[in-house]
């Protein structure tokens, strides 16, 4: 773990949106963001990189698959 680091994010592939570009890490060692699927389906992934030396980086990896939606919501009547 390296405590007050800068971490990179960066999606490479899906199209998805991470809620920042890079967090520092805690006294634990650890960065985090949000991660937002794209709307294709299949495999989707993200890069985490230090910004400084030792080079270090990881991938995180998620399938979006089609589903059921949890909820439908009319915002207009039906004409007919």
């Known amino acids: 773990p390296v405590p007050g680091a800068t971490v990179n994010f960066v999606v490479t592939s899906g199209g998805g949106t991470l809620s920042a570009s ?7 060692g650890r960065a ?31 399938t979006a698959t089609v589903g059921t939606p949890a909820q ?3 915002t207009s009547a039906p004409t007919t």
């Not at 890079?22 to 634990?28: K, R, T, W, Y």
């Open 32 to 62: 985090a963001v949000r991660w937002t699927l794209g709307n294709a389906v299949g495999a989707q992934s993200v890069d985490a990189a230090l910004a400084v030396a030792p080079a270090v980086s990881v991938a995180f990896g998620a």
């Open 22 to 28: 890079s967090a520092v890490s805690g006294a634990d």
């Open 72 to 74: 439908v919501v009319i």
